[in-house]
């Protein structure tokens, strides 16, 4: 049997490039050497994509970015692949298979899934609907709401609204009281996130949201446990259980995620059986009611008289050494390098987007 070739993207222009490259590095490590070849492909922080040659022990220290060379992904279905750009030397790469580990805005958020529709070419994860749906998190809320799922008493403002500014403090205060959480509906990694504890803290929090979205939500404050679980597959999903993430911080923050070593993730997370059935089947739900595909973590609150919250759904979660997404799979005895190669082959069966 000859060997796939897949073509594995990482980086981009988000807030989570950094954490991009680590994905990667343990997506790349994980891919049988003998059933695939890998092409990796970097984005730079400003958009360039890269072909890169090097080893992957070194993607994350980015030593090797100023031999990468240019490449452009053919939109064309007549290529069904890359162009390797040097000068005037144009170099075709045909491929079987993108696996794009790419997080946040122009990874995650369907931009570059209609690039890989137009391409012809298969592709891991979400498609061009269920990416941008699940990345916008006011968008996500109304179909959540539509599907019954339970979520957070919220407001959602824009950009173009903030010279009302008293008056959505005032509708804050009224719906939501403090503590409120405040974030850009389209961003990742608690980037622009924010805890407020008074009317202050909360125009602040408004004000650093809108940097990062032209939509914010305000959030009512769920006291609780901060719980995840994941979903594998096409139509026919399979749910692994449910982890608990120990914030090391207030709030798990970017750096309680990704700087403090204190954060620790809990698996399985001590909760009833029949809490645990519940959240694994709202992240059914909801990944159903969103079309996605491939796979997603689901993340939820769970309060202490036992409410569930739906918070959140990412579709393309990390895959970093702390990361929620492979370590549950790890648990139901689905290793890294199976899980990998699942999602491959989820993309290459064929099935309808
Ligand atoms: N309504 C809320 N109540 C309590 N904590 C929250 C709430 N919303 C967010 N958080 C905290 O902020 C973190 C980041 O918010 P989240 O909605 O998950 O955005 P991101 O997409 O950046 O991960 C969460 O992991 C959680 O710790
Ligand atoms: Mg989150």
């Known amino acids: 049997m000859s060997k796939k070739v897949v073509a594995v993207i990482f980086g981009g222009k988000s807030s989570e490039h950094d954490i991009s490259k680590i994905s990667a590095t343990t997506v790349m490590r994980n891919l049988s050497q003998d059933k695939y070849r890998v092409i990796p492909i970097y984005i730079t922080k400003t958009g360039e994509w890269k072909l890169y040659d090097?080893?992957?022990?070194?993607?994350?220290?980015?030593?090797?970015?100023?031999?990468?060379?240019?490449?452009?992904?053919?939109?064309?279905?007549?290529?069904?692949?890359?162009?390797?750009?040097?000068?005037?030397?144009?170099?075709?790469?045909?491929?079987?298979?993108?696996?794009?580990?790419?997080?946040?805005?122009?990874?995650?958020?369907?931009?570059?899934?209609?690039?890989?529709?137009?391409?012809?070419?298969?592709?891991?994860?979400?498609?061009?609907?269920?990416?941008?749906?699940?990345?916008?998190?006011?968008?996500?809320?109304?179909?959540a709401s539509h599907v019954g799922i339970p979520q957070a008493k919220h407001i959602t403002t824009y950009r173009h609204e903030l010279d009302n500014m008293e008056k959505i403090l005032d509708k804050t205060e009224k719906k939501l009281g403090y503590p409120c959480f405040i974030k850009p509906s389209r961003a990742g990694s608690s980037?622009?996130?924010?805890?407020?504890?008074?009317?202050?803290?909360?125009k602040k929090g408004i004000l650093l949201a809108a940097e990062n979205d032209k939509t914010i939500i305000i959030e009512e404050y769920i006291a609780g446990h901060e719980v995840e679980t994941a979903v594998l597959g096409n139509l026919d999903i399979q749910i692994a259980g449910v982890g608990e993430i120990l914030a090391a911080d207030e709030f798990y923050s970017y750096d309680a995620k990704y700087n403090n070593a204190k954060s620790r993730t809990v698996i399985p997370a001590?909760?009833?059986?029949?809490?645990?059935?519940?959240?694994?089947?709202?992240?059914?739900?909801?990944?159903?009611?969103?079309?996605?595909?491939?796979?997603?973590?689901?993340?939820?609150?769970?309060?202490?008289?036992?409410?569930?919250?739906?918070?959140?759904?990412?579709?393309?979660?990390?895959?970093?050494?702390?990361?929620?997404?492979?370590?549950?799979?790890?648990?139901e005895g689905i290793s890294t390098s199976e899980l990998v190669d699942r999602l491959i082959e989820a993309a290459l069966s064929g099935e309808e987007r």
């Open 54 to 143: 090097g080893s992957v022990d070194n993607i994350v220290n980015g030593s090797w970015e100023k031999y990468a060379v240019s490449c452009i992904l053919s939109p064309s279905t007549e290529h069904k692949g890359f162009f390797r750009i040097v000068g005037d030397k144009i170099k075709s790469i045909p491929v079987d298979v993108i696996f794009p580990v790419l997080h946040g805005k122009g990874g995650e958020d369907g931009s570059i899934q209609g690039l890989f529709e137009m391409s012809g070419i298969p592709y891991v994860g979400c498609g061009v609907l269920s990416s941008a749906a699940a990345m916008d998190k006011a968008y996500t809320k109304i179909i």
């Open 270 to 331: 001590a909760l009833p059986a029949e809490t645990v059935e519940k959240i694994r089947k709202y992240a059914a739900k909801i990944y159903k009611a969103l079309d996605c595909r491939g796979l997603s973590r689901v993340d939820f609150f769970v309060r202490e008289n036992g409410d569930i919250i739906f918070n959140e759904i990412n579709t393309m979660p990390g895959f970093t050494s702390i990361s929620m997404y492979p370590m549950l799979f790890e648990h």
């Open 191 to 202: 980037v622009g996130v924010t805890k407020a504890e008074n009317r202050e803290q909360a």
